[in-house]
């Protein structure tokens, strides 16, 4: 499956900085959407005898589709995110971008990948940076 979605060069730099935590969020979100009990806000004690006003539990319910429909398009956003990405590993052909991509993707820093390669920051940075032309094609 290929998708028609392109991004700019800063938003790669973006993806690639937030992919660990959105494959995460990705997981929790859909989790969440799975889940169609909806109970409202429970009253309790004198609170629970008052009359209620008119259409709370409509309005309550139509607020939380709301949320709903404002959360699956978040996730919509981040599968794209992340799908842009798989589809286009096979662009990083040299093995030391490989690694870092791999470094990337798995939430390091540049730094912790410098220390990890034994190679300055700034050379992480260089390779970071074709990785990121490399998926801008």
């Not at 929790?28 to 009359?51: N, S, W």
């Not at 995110?81 to 990337?104: A, H, S, Y």
Request: aromatic content about 6%; proline content about 2%; charged content about 30%.
């Amino acid at each position: 499956m290929t998708t028609a979605v392109k991004f700019s060069k800063h938003q790669i730099y973006g993806i690639l900085r937030d992919y660990h935590w959105m494959v995460k969020e990705i997981k929790r979100i859909d989790r969440e959407l799975q889940e169609t009990d909806f109970q409202g806000t429970a009253q309790y004690g004198i609170e629970a005898t008052l009359p209620k006003p008119q259409g709370v539990v409509g309005r309550a319910l139509e607020s939380e589709a709301i949320r709903r429909v404002n959360k699956s398009k978040r996730l919509n956003k981040f599968i794209q995110e992340v799908i842009f990405i798989n589809e286009n590993i096979p662009n990083i052909t040299d093995e030391k971008e490989k690694v870092v991509l791999d470094c990337l993707l798995d939430g390091m820093s540049l730094t912790a990948i410098s220390i990890h390669l034994g190679v300055s920051r700034r050379h992480v940075s260089n390779l970071r940076d074709g990785i990121v032309d490399k998926l801008a094609k």
